[in-house]
Structure formats: C-alpha cells, structure tokens
C-alpha cells in the first residue's frame, strides 16, 4: 500500500529470507522467541521494531516460522496488542506532520497534494481495520483531531 499513488517502483525494502524454513544455525526455540517478543513489546517496541529486533541482535530471520505463529499473534495471545493498529498509526503521524509543515508553508503545493493521498490511505485502511473489528466503528480520521494527539 506504501507506493498506490506514484508511478515508480522503489526498491529501498528489506527481503524476507527464500526458505520458509527454521535456520540451522538458530538454537532459540519457539518459548524463548515468545517471551522475547512478550518483553519487547512490554518495553514500548512496535512489531516492525521487535521483528527487526530479533532478525539483528538474536539472528532469526523469521519468527513465524519457528514459533508457527506471527508477531501479532504472540501479541495478541499475550494481550499486549495496542489500540491502534501500527500502520494507522505510522500514516496518521506521517498526515500530521504534513499539516504541520503546510502551516508554515502555504504555497507548497506538491505537499497539498500528497497529504490529500495520505489521507485517501487512512480512510481506506480504515475502513478494512473496521471491518475485521481491529478499532471500533466509530473511529474516525479528523484533521484537526489528529494534530491534537
């Protein structure tokens, strides 16, 4: 959903490993990588964050596939989920900060423009996020409150 309104494919992203497959090399078993993920997300971390977390400092590439479960899921189990899901979140702040940035400049009108796509997203986000009940159906994007929070 990152790239909808613009013609040019980017390719600054991080590959997720070929094989589906538990490494040799990692010695952590499914309990330890749970009560990993438990801590960290304790801690403040978002799952992008822990997952990153893991793949760097500990070495497994993907949770998923020694625990059978993803990242939100152990969150979710562990009743460590947030509110609002991390995506929203990250395009609401990204949707304030434009307004923000349009305050002070009124004439920018290519970043007019792009707060209009970035808040065509939430909408749109939003909308599936109430339909499988992740924040409840009277949650709505407004501007003004947005720059409140």
Do not use: C, F
């Amino acid at each position: 959903m990152g790239r909808m309104h613009t013609h040019r494919h980017g390719k600054s992203h991080s590959i997720r490993p070929a094989t589906l497959q538990a490494p040799a090399w990692a010695k952590i078993d499914a309990k330890e990588i749970e009560e990993l993920v438990a801590k960290y997300a304790k801690e403040g971390m978002t799952p992008s964050q822990i997952g990153i977390k893991l793949r760097d400092q500990h070495a497994i590439p993907l949770a998923k596939v020694v625990t059978g479960k993803s990242i939100g899921e152990i969150l979710v189990q562990n009743k460590l989920v947030t509110e609002m899901p991390e995506d929203l979140d990250n395009m609401v702040k990204k949707a304030v900060g434009l307004q923000r940035h349009l305050k002070e400049n009124r004439g920018d009108k290519r970043n007019v423009r792009s707060l209009e796509l970035i808040e065509a997203k939430v909408h749109r986000l939003s909308v599936y996020y109430k339909k499988i009940g992740r924040i409840p159906k009277t949650w709505k994007y407004k501007s003004v409150v947005a720059q409140l929070e």
